[in-house]
């Protein structure tokens, strides 16, 4: 059945709000990652999530009844999707510019609106296909495959890109049962669970000199976050809990097609945050890619809108 036009704007509205707290999430983890283990950082991020999710959201979404689910199953490789896509990218995001590692994960969009024509039967148009590929050209002028100075370590968000993209494939699928804060909130409890195992076995930190930064992030051993950074992980706990409630609303509500590439929303933002806080200027090429990326999401959110007031609807049924 086609998205009822009041779903248009709740849509877009929450993918862009999500936008903007995993922006500041992504920020914050980097800032992070030279004094902490990543998962380290994920199991406090997630425990305050959590608490937030419950405390705030939960109560408002019908309570804690609202959680039941007969899709437990599904929420759990659901969940070891954002895992997997948070674990890749941030081992990445330790020693690629934020700019750069984003604009490598911002394949992302382009491959859910793919998957969503593939494994859930929306279909892409020939312009919302024009748009996409324009995306893809502005993805590849940024990370300049082929180039001499290609850094392999932007193999880690490429794969990350595509984990997030099933992830949200299974919202899709989810979303016609659960509530967004169910999805949310399972999310963090398989977060809590992985991240809680690594630290039992490799907290201990022995492994921690195997490799380079990346492996020192990934194994570092654990210790009492200092002081002064207890805001910056309550910070990071209301950025996943809002930014993970919003998405799963925006992708259960919308087509992917019309959410993804919403998401490109976070491009300038990262910029922003890469300047501001690390002094790391993007290049030219990146300027040029982001203008087409940008460029590519609004003309597909301006196509879906204008197909949304149509007055027959040319998507046809969605697959359930």
Partial sequence: MSQPRTSLPLGPLSALIATFFFSI??????????????????????????????????????????????????????????????????????????????????????????????????????????????????????????ASDFNLALLLPLVSAVAYALLHVLTRKIGTTDSAATMAVFIQIVFIVVSACVGLLLGHGAYENAGGEMISFLLRAWHWPATADWPILFLLGCSIAFGGFFISQAYRVSEASLI??????????????????????????????????????????WRETKVGDAPVPDRPRVRR
């Fill in 25 to 146: 999430n992504d920020a914050a983890i980097k800032f992070l990652s030279g004094d902490y283990a990543l998962h380290q950082i994920v199991l406090t991020r997630s425990l305050i999530g959590l608490a937030i999710l419950l405390i705030v959201i939960v109560p408002f979404q019908g309570g804690v009844s609202a959680l039941r689910t007969k899709r437990l199953g599904m929420h759990g490789l659901r969940g070891l999707c954002v895992v997997f896509a948070n674990t890749t990218f941030f081992l990445g995001l330790a020693v690629l510019p934020l700019a750069d590692a984003m604009a490598v994960f911002f394949i992302s969009p382009l491959l859910i609106t793919l998957f969503g024509a593939v494994l859930l039967g929306e279909v892409i148009g020939p312009r919302r296909k024009a748009a996409v590929a324009a995306g893809m050209i502005g993805v590849l002028i940024m990370i300049r495959p082929g």
């Fill in 260 to 301: 993804a590439p919403l998401e490109y929303a976070a491009m300038p933002m990262g910029v922003l945050f890469g300047i501001v806080i690390f002094g790391e200027w993007p290049a030219p090429t990146t300027w040029i890619g982001m203008t087409l990326i940008i460029g590519a999401g609004l003309f597909v959110f």
